[in-house]
């Protein structure tokens, strides 16, 4: 009778521990939707002229770019590599596109094959990238930071230091149209999410990442070909950095290599921020999507506030220590390099 | 016969030997020799005393920086901040002459070294991977190196220019500058070969657990290794603003590239455990006179940045353990 009770008094414990553990879990898995609105509400209060129609579009606009880089980088994450690479990529997609569309530099008028080909061209650096990593043994940040280092010194070879402006009238019309209100470089963003979202929900491909990110060695002897995932997984970034380049390229006008400076970083702090794990196996696009608009509103809050550019770039810097401290302190064991 | 087989054996594991642990190193060599020879018949000047005193100017702040981010690679971690930190410190430095005379130089050096301490403790004790925490503080002294600069080059006011006389300095072709740079490498490998501490560091890089469970002190250690890396970034920093008597906040940004490729073609491995700060002077050495020598030869600096990308990559496949399926690199 006595040890009947024991038993039953162990097994209510343990259910309480496991009902702490999963709210706990909930609690965390909800936070960044939580600071997402507290954002805005704050937002609202102390920064004039937030709340308005005009402000919503600039966020949706200033969105569009970080969006695309963050759900390239979501994938790469989510395996537990990353992809520094977006710096030197995306100025070098930038540059070349401009040089390829009608411009003001010289003759080619590609239109829009001249994009396509230059996606196509920064895809293959991408699964180049994912090959050295996969095949050379090397780890993927030092990889793609020496790849970024690269294709930014392609990119400024390319125009030879005098930037090219753009003619191209389709590239007017991309970065001033908008349909419902919505700009058309928000839209295709939202179409990149959704292309992400279909990926990793409902195809094997974004099952075997979580597997990945969670444990290689388990996915390995499931006879799964991890190496061609990733390489996957790298061509993906890199199409999206691709994307975000040309897209750095039709907002600015010019083939600048600096349409690149400073886009990998806010992407990284979204992805981080909305709760993708750095280690690897947790998180996702709708968390990256969350992050995405938790930056930018960040960002546009602290321009409206009349905070200095310069600035921004040390809040993300604050911003993803935060997050990144805060989702792993729990495996207080494990090694970390 | 079966002794001569023998001896064939002996030489045959020998070399394998020598493969597997100095392959990087002694490539390097070679190829620092070939570098200079190429150089040299391209244009006779790059063997001139003048370009000599040059090449050694250029080394002293990469040496510095070279030798401190070992010290974060022989643990497995790495520090991308120190380009930032260097430039920091250059802008800190201008702003602060006029103000507090020669007492700068000792702050400048204090700033660098609790930059490094902030990544090390970020580090440890906050569990953030280092090539995350060392990438935000790299995003956050960028940062701050261009607000107090105005977003612009500083100049030094000729007032303090007696100040940055020392800079000047050569004992014949060899600049004091390097001198000072080779003493603060001493310095370091003493502090890698004599000291506990220093013993630790390779001691993380091959085994974290072991390393715990024999009793190191692993956290003090690792930010220490960190501290290291950021006193070599300040004095770099320090170096930069003096050889160009202006505080330019984007200076130190190439050189983070640089000194790691550096680090690498001596032989440092990026999973850690493995090199020598002597050695890294080798790399160094490489790496000023490839780019001395474009430079020489009059390559575009553009391609300096794809040369200096493609050597990383090209050292870390040489270096990187490939034979070991079980191995997960992330």
Redesign the interface.
Known sequence: MNTQNGKSQIALEFSQEMERINRKTRLINTMPLIILFVLVFIMSVVAEGFFSLYNFQTILSQLSIMLVMSMGLTFVILIGSIDLSGEGLGGFAGAVTSLLVLNGKNTNNFGIWGILFVIVAVTLIGILSGVIHVKGKMPSFMVTYSISSIMAGFAVLSYKGQPAMIKYPFFTQLSQGTFIGIPILTWISIIVFCIAYILQTRTKFGTYLFAIGDNENIVRNTGINIDLVKVKVFAWSAFCIGLAGVMGAVRIGRGVVDIGVGIVFPAITAVVVGGTSLSGGKGGVVNSLIGALIVTIINNGLILLGVSTYIQAAVQGIIIIAAVALSVEHDRKGICK | MSNNKRNLKGVKTLFTKINKNDISTILTVVSLILIVIIFTSINPRFLSLYNIKNILLDCAPLLLMTIGVSCVLF????D?SNGAVASCSAVMLTIMLPKFGAVSFVYVFFYGAIAGLINGV??TK????????T??????W???A??IAG?QPLSMTPDVWPLLKWGKFSIGPIPFMFIISIIFMGIFAVIQFKTPTGRTFLAIGCN??AARLIGLKISFSKITAFTLSGIGAGVAGIFFAVKLKSGIPTVGEQYN?MS?AAAVLSGVL???GKGNILLTFVGVALITAIQNGMNVIAV?G?????V???I??VA??IN???K?F?????
């Open positions: 643990l497995g971690s790495i991308l970020l580090h906050l569990k953030v991977p280092s090539f995350i925490a990438l935000c503080t790299q995003s956050i960028q940062s701050i261009l607000l977003g974290e657990r590239l790691i990026l999973t850690g575009d553009f391609w300096q940045k794809i200096f990308g493609l990383v990559v870390i496949y990187s353990d490939r070991n079980k191995l997960i690199v992330k």
